[in-house]
T-cell receptor
Framework: KAGVTQTPRYLIKTRGQQVTLSCSPI?????VSWYQQTPGQGLQFLFE???????NKGNFPGRFSGRQFSNSRSEMNVSTLELGDSALYLC??????????????FGPGTRLTVL | DQQVKQNSPSLSVQEGRISILNCDYT??????FLWYKKYPAEGPTFLIS?????DKNEDGRFTVFLNKSAKHLSLHIVPSQPGDSAVYFC???????????FGQGTTLQVKP
């Protein structure tokens, strides 16, 4: 069974640009969550999608957005990039929509560098 | 406001000894706690979890202890092995929110 895949693995952008990251969950998983990992901050929750609907949202500005398609694949978009957006962006999928009952399976992440 | 805190950024132990990683939380609504392990260039992988109705859960060399009154949990690894060297994240969830809140992580180094 294939794991969670994220593309691209590495990305370099400049300030002001926008970026789209992609995540394909494990087959059969309908919940997809996105996290930002920066040194000293751990993993910070961005948002969660289930059945093409955003169910939960973290405390990030509106420049961060996402969507989920009917095949459960998800994309995350960051507009007007800032230097502080440089981070590892992780996607995680789970089988059901209650994360407290099932562990999340993470992808390898997309390393975004903003210059 | 950091609701889940791992106050030790790093920990170094000798192979064969016990590793104890600590985690504190502030939100009394959290009722499910998990530990993840992360190697460089990989996503975190689930290690062990505990529900708030329990105070201990054991899986092989890994044991998680939960002290609800102190809002504290810990992960014990016995015996520690060099392959355990990784970043360990604790995470907490309130069942009515559907999202995981992670700590900052602790880097464990197990020396041969």
């Amino acid at each position: 069974k294939a794991g969670v895949t994220q593309t691209p693995r590495y990305l370099i952008k400049t300030r002001g640009q926008q970026v789209t990251l992609s995540c394909s969950p494990i087959s059969g998983h309908r919940s997809v969550s996105w996290y930002q990992q920066t040194p000293g901050q751990g993993l910070q929750f961005l948002f969660e999608y289930f059945s093409e609907t955003q169910r939960n949202k973290g405390n990030f500005p509106g420049r961060f957005s996402g969507r989920q398609f009917s095949n459960s694949r998800s994309e995350m978009n960051v507009s007007t990039l800032e230097l502080g957006d440089s981070a590892l962006y992780l996607c995680a999928s789970s089988l059901v929509n209650r994360v407290s009952l099932n562990e999340q399976f993470f992808g390898p992440g997309t390393r975004l560098t903003v210059l | 406001d950091q609701q889940v805190k791992q106050n030790s950024p790093s920990l170094s132990v000798q192979e064969g000894r016990i590793s104890i990683l600590n985690c504190d939380y502030t939100n009394s609504m959290f009722d499910y706690f998990l530990w993840y392990k992360k190697y460089p260039a990989e996503g975190p992988t689930f290690l062990i979890s505990i529900s708030s109705i329990k105070d201990k859960n054991e899986d092989g060399r890994f044991t998680v202890f939960l002290n609800k009154s102190a809002k504290h949990l810990s992960l014990h690894i016995v015996p520690s092995q060099p392959g355990d060297s990784a970043v360990y994240f604790c995470a907490a969830s309130a069942s009515n929110t559907g999202k995981l809140i992670f700590g900052q992580g602790t880097t464990l180094q197990v020396k041969p």
